[in-house]
């Protein structure tokens, strides 16, 4: 079993709609989450943190379930521009230092 | 500069060569990654430096990819006798490696073997 898996998609989402994907992962120990963004031959970016207690930046939602060991991304009012790939990253941690595992990534098309 | 800065950006070579990809972390950064991506695939995990200890080398897919890095500084992986499957993206990141610390990557070495 991978460590982190997602659902690969493609999610197609008309303009202004609301899409959520989820992403699970195996090391209940994981302490660090976050979602990046890839867009088509880029390097990842960092889209956002996920905390404890779910956190908000503009239109996009994170949670974290730790008793179902999964992580979810909500976009609301999705834009044309919100058309990528998100990568779920989870740490795993080695004697106190943390190695971060990305997950293949669920891709998310936006139709006008 | 302030981000991960990697070279070359684009490499051509012949089957055979070797090459050698460079990658600057961002300053004060113990924790450093190299991946790979083929068109349309997700990451692959090739190598983790943290700090001194030994590097996690559980992801490099033959005995002709090696990696190093000196201390907590620049990196270099280098690929042996390569093949056409070795073309890809190579990307490299670095992070704090702390708690709640995401990595950062540099913008690529678009590896083509011809």
């Known amino acids: 079993r991978k460590e982190v898996e997602q659902d690969p998609g493609p999610f197609n989402v008309p303009e202004g709609a609301t899409v959520a994907f989820n992403c699970t992962y195996s090391n209940s120990a994981s302490q660090s989450f976050f979602w990046y963004r890839q867009d088509c031959r880029k390097e990842p970016k960092l889209l956002m943190s996920?905390?404890?207690s779910g956190n908000e930046d503009g239109r996009f939602t994170a949670q974290l379930n730790r008793a179902s060991q999964y992580i979810s991304l909500l976009i609301r009012d999705s834009k044309l521009s919100d058309s990528a790939t998100y990568l779920c990253v989870v740490n795993s941690w080695r004697g106190g230092w943390g190695k971060l595992q990305f997950g293949a990534g669920t891709q998310v098309v936006v139709t006008p | 500069g302030a981000g991960v800065s990697q070279s070359p950006s684009n490499k051509v070579t012949e089957k055979g060569k070797d090459v050698e990809l460079r990658c600057d972390p961002i300053s004060g950064h113990t924790a450093l990654y190299w991946y790979r991506q083929s068109l349309g695939q997700g990451l692959e995990f090739l190598i983790y430096?943290?700090?001194?200890?030994?590097?996690?080398k559980s992801g490099l897919p033959s005995d002709r990819f090696s990696a190093e890095r000196t201390g907590e500084s620049v990196s270099t992986l280098t690929i042996q006798r390569t093949q056409q499957e070795d073309s890809a993206v190579y990307l490299c990141?670095?992070?704090?490696?702390?708690?709640?610390?995401?990595?950062?990557f540099g913008d690529g070495t678009r590896l083509s073997i011809l």
């Open positions: 430096f943290q700090g001194n200890s030994a590097p996690d």
């Open positions: 990141a670095s992070s704090s490696g702390r708690v709640n610390q995401p990595q950062h």
């Open positions: 996920v905390y404890s």
